[in-house]
């Protein structure tokens, strides 16, 4: 069993930065494939990030490739993600997610899901 908390959403303008914190609780966190997804009103959840617990393979989606990075420490079981150049387009609410599955694109793969944490970009 996996349970995860996010934190750190909230509004910034658009090009700012914001770090948003995934913690996780489970002895078996590091066994687990991580990954961010976000979800805007009237769409679709989207892919975000992800980060393979075994050699730390990382995974980004096209709308974020070299904005955001996805990083985690299995020793204090957390996973986080670095966005920067924030866009409008980016506001979302984002959610962390864990997986045992290698398809980490996808969200039905994931078994355990947090909350979700706000992220507004204002123009």
């Known amino acids: 069993q996996v349970q995860l908390v996010e934190s750190g959403g909230g509004l910034v303008q658009a090009g700012g930065s914001l770090r948003l914190s995934c913690a996780a609780s489970?002895?078996?966190?590091?066994?687990?494939?991580m990954g961010w997804f976000r979800q805007a009103p009237g769409k679709e959840r989207e892919f975000v990030a992800a980060?393979?617990?075994?050699?730390?393979?990382?995974y980004y989606g096209d709308s974020v490739k070299g904005r955001f990075t996805i990083s985690r420490d299995n020793a204090g079981n957390t996973v986080l993600l670095q966005m920067n150049t924030l866009k409008p387009a980016d506001t979302a609410v984002y959610y962390c997610?864990?997986?045992?599955?290698?398809?980490?694109?996808?969200?039905?793969?994931?078994?355990?899901w947090g909350q979700g944490t706000q992220v507004a970009v204002s123009s």
């Open positions: 489970g002895r078996t966190f590091s066994m687990y494939n």
């Open positions: 980060i393979r617990w075994i050699e730390g393979r990382t």
């Open positions: 997610a864990a997986t045992r599955s290698t398809n980490v694109y996808n969200a039905p793969a994931y078994d355990y």
